[in-house]
């Protein structure tokens, strides 16, 4: 069975919820678990409209109301589905919308927004689309069945962040799920809402349909259901070897290993978040990341390992600033570096690349972290230089650390790019280093052309 899900923008309008249809139906002979993000925006839009509700903002939110009926009513239209359906769909939205309008009233009147109302608001994107989608299958032909994602998410109550119940999901899907498949129904459901122990509504956090996917993927073969791969249908043609805005001639990396994926995910390559995927992946079924706009493209399977190594992608994340602590006295004396660290521990501050050296610690952080109370407080015991403006670039790849010649031939692609810092990943899948922001498309291109251009290898 193949679960396959499609994000925001896969389903932001009618048209384009016909062509998922199609997609989805071309399985009908093993039928598919389909999982739909919010129509691209509604998620945004639902939080607005809580936020306006709290404020009080009587008129704003009723706007929000108008538009997200207008904008799923249109998307009813669109369809040009045959009447019954038709009416179904309209009283699915206007059932939806008055849910909302009670709880934007209350939220008003208490002036107060809780994260489980919060929650109950956020979810409804979900619940709509997942409602037009059946729909537009059944009118491409394709035999298909809602069910509610609160029937099948088991979560615990921490709104807005909800855990899932991994063992719970998964006798839900096996009760409810496998008698539609044997009926030959492709199921659909919404991603990123579940319910909690009491039945209300919770959902996984932003994002988090992906995470719904590799669920359901992980849960119905837990029930015993082969399932052959989890489908992340997007707008892009997969992981690419690089920012294609940066380096156009980027291109798609057919097979990643999840390790390497996170490496490209923490170093800003956005498609996929490594913790959503994860129950996918500790069960060894891949996950393929998909263009909705390209279905001939066979895009990008993260697998939990792929063979081979050596360098498969390169990422870059600006908004890096380093801070360099220094104090030759101290450097080698006992609890020094948990001393170091314990400052930006207690400034809640991350931090990310580390290197040392004989007389100093390096480190970067996010521009934005509260840097100058930081260095007030490390400036009681040690020297400290800050150097802002930077990027931290990352040569991700298996076995980088063991395989020869690779930090040689990184260095001389940067040419007269200079790194100020410079790390080897702990991990074995990445080497990183840190230049100057304005250098960093410089740098990316170089190693582009090094390691992945007509000359490379
Ligand atoms: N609709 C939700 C969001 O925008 C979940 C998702 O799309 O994955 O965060
Ligand atoms: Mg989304």
Not at 409 to 418: E, M, P, T
Request: proline share 4%.
């Amino acid at each position: 069975m193949l679960v396959m899900k499609f994000g925001g923008s896969s389903v932001a309008d009618g048209e384009r919820i016909l062509h998922v249809a199609d997609l989805v139906g071309q399985h009908a002979s093993d039928p598919a678990l389909a999982v739909v993000s919010a129509m691209g925006g509604v998620t945004d839009a639902l939080l607005a409209l809580s936020k306006a509700a709290r404020e009080g903002e009587q008129a704003a939110a009723d706007r929000a109301l108008a538009e997200l009926s207008a904008r799923h009513q249109a998307a009813v239209d669109a369809m040009g589905l045959p009447a019954g359906p038709a009416a179904t769909c309209r009283e699915e939205i206007s059932k939806e919308l008055w849910r909302l309008g009670q709880l934007a009233t209350g939220v008003a009147l208490l002036g107060e927004l809780s994260p489980r109302t919060s929650d109950a608001i956020a979810a409804a994107g979900e619940l709509l689309s997942a409602t037009l989608l059946t729909e537009a299958l059944r009118k491409r032909g394709t035999r298909a069945v809602k069910i509610d994602p609160r029937e099948l998410m088991a979560t615990d109550a921490t709104y807005g962040a909800a855990a899932p119940d991994e063992a719970a999901i998964s006798s839900r899907l096996f009760e409810k799920v496998l008698p539609e498949r044997a009926a030959g129904r492709t199921v659909v459901t919404g991603g990123f809402v579940g319910a909690a122990p009491d039945g209300s509504i919770t959902t996984l956090g932003r994002g988090g349909s992906d995470f719904s996917a590799a669920l359901f993927g992980a849960g119905l073969r837990d029930a015993g259901v082969p399932v052959e791969a989890i489908e992340i249908w997007t707008d892009v043609d997969g992981i690419l070897t690089a920012d294609p805005r940066v380096v156009p001639d980027a291109r798609l990396i057919p097979e990643v290993s999840a390790d390497e994926a996170a490496e490209l995910a923490f170093f800003g390559a956005k498609v996929l978040h490594p913790a959503t995927i994860r129950p996918a992946v500790t069960r060894g079924i891949p996950v393929v990341v998909r263009n909705t706009f390209s279905p001939e493209v066979a895009g990008t399977v993260v697998r939990a390992d792929v063979a081979g190594h050596g360098v498969r992608a390169l990422a870059a994340r600006k908004g890096v600033a380093a801070l360099f602590i220094g104090n030759p006295r101290m450097l080698l004396a006992h609890g020094y570096a948990a001393r170091v660290f314990g400052v930006f521990e207690a400034h809640g501050v991350p931090v990310d690349v580390i290197a040392t050296s004989e007389v100093s610690i390096s480190t970067t952080v996010d521009e934005k972290a509260p840097i100058e109370a930081i260095v007030r407080d490390l400036s009681k015991f040690a020297e400290v230089q800050v150097l802002r403006h930077l990027a931290v670039v990352s040569v991700v790849g298996k076995g980088l650390r063991t395989t020869p010649g690779v930090a040689a031939r990184i260095f001389s692609a940067l040419g007269d790019v200079n790194a100020v810092m410079i790390s080897q990943g702990a991990s074995d899948t990445n080497v990183t280093f840190v230049v100057s922001a304005d250098q960093a498309a410089n740098a990316l291109r170089r190693l582009h052309a090094a390691f992945f251009g007509e000359a490379a290898w």
